[in-house]
Structures are given as structure tokens and as C-alpha cells.
């Protein structure tokens, strides 16, 4: 029969006792993490009409989802300069381009233009954001490059 010199010894995987587990090397918890914030809700049935009408869609785009970060994608979906990443939630469109300093930046992928769509799918190696309506172009750093008539 196998007994634990503490409550946490189950946890430690393959290695030594001088084998750190997760809890010795975790930071501590923020009080404000460990506290219950679930109101009670009820038990209500909750109407059909929330999962079904466009209006309260809208509302939850305006009300949620705009305000919510998102996880967009992960760093190694776009490891080098110039991979793009593009990310569609309730009818919003952006582009997260790995930049040459190896940071990201984030875009509405969209031509200020006239609106269009600049992207329709992740790539890699852009060194350019080109609007297929009327070539206005962007760098992959969100400066202007080209628009007709420069």
C-alpha cells in the first residue's frame, strides 16, 4: 500500500523529490479570483427568442462581444514577420500580423477606403495588404504604402 507523506505528493510526476511540482513553482492567487461571483439566477425557463432573434443577436454583438477580448489565435499560427492571422466573430473581421520586432499587431481588416475586405485568409510572408477594389495598400505595420493618384 502506497501512503503520502502530505496531501500533494500524488501530484509530483517522474522525477526526484527535488523535482518542483506545479504548486512550487505557481504565483499566488489574486483574492479576487478565489471568490464566488455567481449570482443566482433562478430557474426560469429562459425564452426561445434569445437563441433565435436578430435583435437580441445584435444587442449581444454591441453588449458582449465587442467588449470581450478574444482569444484570436496562438503565437505559433504566425511565427514569422508578415504571417497573418484572420479572425471572424459576429460579422467583425480582424487581421493580426507578426510584426519584424517579432511583436503582433491587431487591425480591422478592412480597406478605409471603401470598406472592403482586405484579407480573406490567413497567410504568410505579406509583405503588403492590397484592396482588391482600387489597390489601396497597406504595410504590414497598418502604415499606407499606395493609394491611386499618390
Not at 30 to 45: F, K
Not at 137 to 146: E, Y
Amino acid at each position: 500500500m502506497n501512503t503520502f507523506t502530505n496531501r500533494y505528493d500524488f501530484q509530483r510526476s517522474l522525477g526526484t523529490e527535488l523535482t518542483p511540482n506545479w504548486r512550487d513553482l505557481a504565483k499566488p492567487v489574486p483574492p479576487t479570483l478565489t471568490q464566488e461571483s455567481s449570482p443566482n439566477l433562478g430557474t426560469a425557463r429562459i425564452a426561445p427568442q434569445r437563441y433565435t432573434s436578430y435583435e437580441f443577436h445584435r444587442q449581444e454583438v454591441e453588449k458582449v462581444w465587442k467588449r470581450t477580448w478574444q482569444v484570436v489565435c496562438r503565437e505559433e499560427e504566425v511565427p514569422k514577420p508578415g504571417d497573418h492571422f484572420v479572425y471572424d466573430v459576429a460579422g467583425l473581421s480582424f487581421l493580426v500580423v507578426r510584426q519584424d520586432d517579432d511583436t503582433f499587431k491587431g487591425f480591422w481588416n478592412v480597406c478605409l477606403h471603401r470598406g472592403r475586405r482586405l484579407c480573406d485568409a490567413s497567410g504568410h510572408g505579406a509583405t503588403q495588404f492590397k484592396c482588391g477594389y482600387h489597390a489601396w495598400t497597406w504595410k504590414p505595420d497598418g502604415r499606407l504604402a499606395f493609394f491611386p493618384g499618390e
